[in-house]
């Protein structure tokens, strides 16, 4: 997705309007193995907490597009308003939705080269009693069949957030908190997985 550079940048007060007029987010199921296995293995290792995965399309338009186009996602609070949206809340309904739509989570940079070398890590790490019961190659192997299933070598048309903290109070606050957020710009879809335990 290429940027207009002959675009103004949307106003503070139309994104105030916009997220406030429009339902932005539908929910979409991604259909493969790696995700049902990913869920589960993580499930049994995170006990005390457990893991969430969800995907959601969204339609682009003038303003969505100066944002995304730009990777500016933080500026709009994109993530944040999913986070808070209905359609997360239909999807997770156990899940207190994200409280503050207009104040920006910390997110950090990841990518989609990357990202199921940091889920495997997680998986091999384990929660609190738990761990995976295999070897650094299986979880890299489940990790990659994930990754595959959501955009499988289509690495350029992505981009991949986290964030370690507890964003909601399905969340323990601890060290078991982590948050990935991906944005497919090619087929307009954001999807997230996020996991939690405690002792």
């Not at 969430?52 to 995304?68: A, N, P, R, T, Y």
């Not at 409280?99 to 080269?113: A, C, D, G, M, T």
């Not at 964030?163 to 982590?178: E, L």
Request: aromatic fraction near 18%; charge should be negative.
């Amino acid at each position: 997705m290429e940027p207009n550079w002959n675009q103004d940048r949307p106003t503070t007060r139309e994104c105030l309007n916009y997220w406030n007029n429009h339902q932005v987010f539908q929910s979409e199921q991604i259909k493969g193995s790696g995700v049902e296995k990913l869920l589960s293995e993580m499930n049994n290792i995170f006990k005390n907490g457990g893991a969430k995965f969800g995907c959601f399309s969204f339609e682009i338009d003038e303003l969505l597009h100066w944002f995304v186009s730009r990777n500016r996602f933080d500026e709009i609070c994109f993530f944040e308003n999913l986070l808070s949206s209905s359609s997360f809340r239909e999807v997770f309904p156990d899940v207190t939705p994200y409280e503050k739509p207009r104040k920006s989570i910390e997110w950090e940079w990841s990518n989609p080269y990357v990202l199921s070398g940091e889920i495997a890590h997680w998986l091999m790490t384990g929660g609190a009693y738990e761990k995976f019961d295999g070897t650094g190659k299986e979880a890299m192997e489940i990790s990659r069949h994930f990754t595959n299933d959501l955009y499988g070598e289509r690495f350029e048309n992505i981009q991949v957030f986290k964030h370690y903290g507890a964003w909601s109070k399905w969340f323990n606050g601890i060290v078991w908190d982590g948050t990935w957020i991906g944005v497919d710009v090619e087929q307009l879809l954001v999807w997230t997985l996020f996991v939690t335990d405690t002792d």
